[in-house]
């Protein structure tokens, strides 16, 4: 499954959710959000079933970016059962976005 796009609504709507949600905060004119965009899909296909990867994006849901604290993109946020577990910002790889998810969930 790939990566959705989503609003304020729909966000809250999956963080309250039963699975964990990755949620990429970027804009597209953000050079590397749209470098490490293919490596995100791969991660969305991967972990399909086991979480949503989700894009917000901040042009469109600042208000959004601006309550959850986001001051630089691309930045991740993983949320479980309403929170936030943690987050990373311009990962520089696939590998490094997998180890992150990895380590937060504690798998």
């Known amino acids: 499954m790939a990566a959705v796009n989503?609003?304020?609504e729909e966000f809250g709507q999956?963080?309250?959710?039963d699975l964990?949600?990755?949620?990429?905060f970027w804009a597209p004119w953000c050079g590397?959000?749209?470098?490490i965009g293919p490596a995100y899909e791969q991660i969305a296909e991967e972990y399909a079933g086991r979480l949503v990867a989700?894009?917000?994006n901040i042009d469109e849901e600042g208000a959004?970016?601006?309550?959850?604290?986001?001051?630089?993109?691309?930045?991740?946020?993983?949320y479980r059962g309403?929170?936030?577990l943690?987050?990373?910002?311009?990962?520089?790889?696939?590998?490094?976005?997998?180890?992150?998810?990895?380590?937060t969930l504690g798998q």
């Open 54 to 56: 989700a894009k917000v």
């Open 20 to 24: 964990p949600v990755l949620v990429d």
């Open 64 to 78: 959004l970016a601006s309550a959850e604290g986001i001051e630089v993109i691309p930045t991740l946020v993983l």
């Open 86 to 103: 943690g987050s990373v910002v311009a990962p520089a790889s696939k590998a490094a976005i997998d180890k992150f998810i990895r380590e």
């Open 82 to 84: 309403g929170k936030a």
């Open 6 to 8: 989503i609003n304020k």
């Open 32 to 35: 590397y959000c749209r470098r």
């Open 14 to 17: 999956l963080r309250g959710g």
